[in-house]
């Protein structure tokens, strides 16, 4: 199918726009557009992991501010900007250099939909973890999370039935946020976080309320209306609501699984390994969603359960009933090992496969002798 986007958002229209067209002309005709996407993507991880090295349990920021260095959150901001910029010229390289095909859309969409979570954990090492006077509890965090990935769900749910992706508005305004807030910790430090702004509020409420307001009153709403929009134009792209509704089965199924794991838990999960946990919320999410961009794609019918959801039951069963015991945290380890095992692996096969199928290579320009 023909790739189309749409993007209203003004201030990537106006103003990020013209920069990347500027960009674009210093990239070498002879890179290969998915190199750009998948370089964003490993700072992305690589500022990932060195943020964890200094903050594992998100409580750096809280208790002992100086733990992490200054030129880590400046070079957060770098990496963020990086990675945003790689992501939106990608997709501009690869018209220019006449490249364009369904595997660069779905490495792009599918490496997004793994780096959403990312920016998210990275930024919350810069609010930290809720110490009794500042900072965000573990269960807001996972709340915060859960409404970003549902997000950014709700703009492939809608291409999945409207064969448009309508490029949230959110996108743009929260990566020119997640840099303004490193290079404003990095400048100013933590403790920016931990004064009051306006009337007792800190600014990681107004963040919080931002995100929710712009998720539920902005986004989610505008899904919807290009949905029935598309209804009424009769150009949707599924007859029944039943297959209309399909691909929101499997997300929604993880994420009462996992949310009954962390209410449920025993030994309190969440608060013992919130960094694992929510590494593994996030792969596992980006693993049923590319399930339905790849649907979506080649317009085949997601299956009603990810088999995803089978291990995740069993392993959520045993944590809440208490047969895990004292190995509830040593079960999450593994588990989320595996899973992210599982998620690039799967990630390398679809990618193999499709350049196989396409005959074209993933990193390179050159096209594969044909066998």
């Given amino acids: 199918s023909q790739y189309s986007a749409v993007d209203t958002n003004p201030l990537s229209v106006y103003i990020m726009q013209p920069i990347w067209n500027k960009i674009i002309k210093i990239v070498p005709l002879w890179i290969a557009p998915n190199l750009l996407t998948f370089s964003g993507f490993v ?65 792009d969409h599918g490496l997004d939909s793994w780096a959403t979570s990312i920016f998210v954990l990275s930024f919350f090492s810069v609010c930290s973890r809720d110490n009794g006077k500042t900072g965000v509890s573990v269960y807001t965090m996972y709340i915060y999370l859960s409404i970003v990935l549902f997000n950014f769900m709700c703009s492939h749910w809608e291409k999945y039935n409207t064969g448009v992706l309508f490029l949230p508005w959110g996108y743009d305004i ?135 959801l089978f291990p995740l039951a069993l392993v959520v069963y045993a944590a809440v009933s208490g047969l895990l015991g004292r190995m509830e945290e040593a079960v999450l380890g593994v588990f989320t090992a595996l899973v992210t095992a599982a998620h690039v692996h799967y990630g390398v096969c679809v990618g193999r496969q499709l350049s196989e199928h396409l005959n074209i290579y993933i990193f390179s320009l050159k096209k594969r002798v044909q066998e």
């Fill in 43 to 107: 700072m992305i991880l690589f500022n990932y992991f060195l943020i964890s090295f200094y903050d594992w349990d998100y409580t750096a920021s809280g208790t002992s501010p100086g733990l992490v260095p200054t030129w880590v959150w400046l070079f957060s901001a770098f990496t963020t900007f990086c990675a945003y910029a790689l992501d939106s010229i990608d997709g501009k390289h690869a018209r220019r250099t006449q490249s364009s095909t369904p595997l660069g859309e779905l490495f």
């Fill in 174 to 308: 929260s990566q020119v946020v997640l840099i303004a807030a490193y290079l404003l910790t990095g400048i100013g430090g933590v403790e920016v976080w931990q004064k009051p702004l306006l009337f007792g509020y800190y600014i990681t409420d107004v963040l919080v309320v931002l995100l929710i307001g712009f998720s539920l009153f902005l986004s989610f709403p505008q899904t919807l209306y290009n949905i029935h929009r598309a209804h009424l134009k009769k150009t949707l792209k599924n007859d029944s609501l039943y297959e209309g509704l399909l691909p929101l089965v499997s997300p929604l199924l993880l994420f009462i699984l996992l949310t009954v794991w962390v209410v449920l838990s025993p030994s309190n999960i969440l608060a013992k390994q919130p960094r694992l946990f929510l590494w593994m919320v996030g792969v596992a999410f980006s693993n049923v969603i590319c399930k339905v961009i790849i649907c979506q794609m080649s317009s085949t019918r997601p299956e009603l359960f990810h088999w995803f």
